[in-house]
């Protein structure tokens, strides 16, 4: 946890005055890293988790992209 939050404090230090364009692809960088290792850990391995364990997981990837969705109609919004 405090591994991330360091992480997170540089990453907004070296982007602090960077355009939006960079800080929206960065973000959408991060929001593919983590759609793929959520759809990899279900495509490898599930069954090994249980029914309830193994809807969860997909609900957190269906979460997932359509949070990057809203974060790319929203970034588009804003440059109109």
Request: proline fraction near 5%.
């Amino acid at each position: 946890m405090f591994i991330e939050k360091l992480k997170l404090f540089y990453l907004r230090w070296k982007y602090r005055n960077a355009p939006p364009e960079i800080i929206l692809q960065k973000t959408l960088e991060n929001a593919d890293k983590t759609i793929d290792a959520l759809e990899n850990a279900w495509l490898h391995r599930p069954d090994d988790l249980p029914l309830e364990a193994q809807k969860q997981l997909q609900d957190t990837i269906e979460q997932a992209k359509e949070l990057r969705r809203q974060i790319q109609e929203s970034f588009r919004k804003n440059k109109s």
